[in-house]
């Protein structure tokens, strides 16, 4: 069965600084990976997502994640974090777009500090 | 703009009790889910649908039924409410044309005491 693992459940980091936040997964073939953001008090948005071609994915509000077949890992990162993209970050694996099922790794709660 | 709209937004419930909880998208997608979020284990599939009148089980089904009867609606229900069911519930649709990204609602809070 098919799994994704956020090692880390908290990261705090200066704003200003870089950022990677781990996802690794696990299915026997290519799975369909996304990253979702959660503000307090909302709903999952879509930050990127990777199917195929470029390993380096770019997405909404300067984040991207680089897919790694043979470490089994998209892991997302940021060049520079502002004090705004604390939240709570969800790495997710489908087998396809047809309908699959979405399957969540436990989150990242990041904090951003001034 | 994709929309999902889930009701009631906060709930309050007796070990026992029956909840429902409501979802309509206007998105015209196929596909809707049942997740919820616990700390600890972010998000798990309780429910999913492909249409009205389907209903895929999901990782954590126990204790749950759905029903989807149009194309717009999902209800989620619990009809003996218990303690370990307390939690964030999220309601989200897609379909093939997005690639399966995920639109969510802004989640039920149910409280079984």
């Known amino acids: 069965a098919q799994s994704v693992t956020q090692p880390d459940a908290r990261v705090t980091v200066s704003e200003g600084a870089s950022l990677q936040l781990r996802c690794k997964y696990s299915?026997?073939?290519?799975?369909?990976l996304f990253w979702y953001v959660q503000y307090p008090r909302q709903g999952l948005q879509l930050l990127l997502k990777?199917?195929?071609?470029?390993?380096v994915v770019q997405g909404v509000n300067s984040f991207e994640a680089e897919f790694s077949k043979s470490n089994s890992s998209f892991h997302l990162q940021k060049a520079s974090v502002h004090w705004s993209d604390s939240a709570v970050y969800f790495c997710?694996?489908?087998?396809?777009?047809?309908?699959?099922?979405?399957?969540f790794g436990s989150g990242t709660r990041l904090l951003v500090s001034p | 703009e994709a929309a999902v709209t889930q009701s009631p937004r906060n709930k309050v419930t007796v070990t026992g009790g029956n909840v429902t909880l409501s979802c309509r998208q206007t998105?015209?997608?196929?596909?809707m889910y049942w997740y919820r979020q616990d700390t600890g284990h972010g998000l798990r599939l309780i429910h999913y649908?492909?249409?009205?009148?389907?209903?895929q089980i999901g990782d954590v089904p126990d204790g749950y039924k759905a029903t989807r009867t149009t194309q717009e609606d999902f209800f989620l229900l619990l009809e003996l409410a218990s303690p370990s069911q307390t939690s964030l519930y999220f309601c989200?649709?897609?379909?093939?044309?997005?690639?399966?990204?995920?639109?969510f609602g802004e989640g039920s809070r149910l409280i079984v005491v």
């Open positions: 997710a694996l489908s087998m396809g777009t047809g309908g699959y099922k979405v399957v």
């Open positions: 299915y026997s073939a290519t799975p369909y």
């Open positions: 649908s492909y249409g009205a009148g389907n209903l």
């Open positions: 990777y199917y195929s071609g470029d390993p």
């Open positions: 989200a649709s897609s379909d093939s044309v997005s690639g399966n990204t995920l639109y």
């Open positions: 998105n015209s997608h196929n596909y």
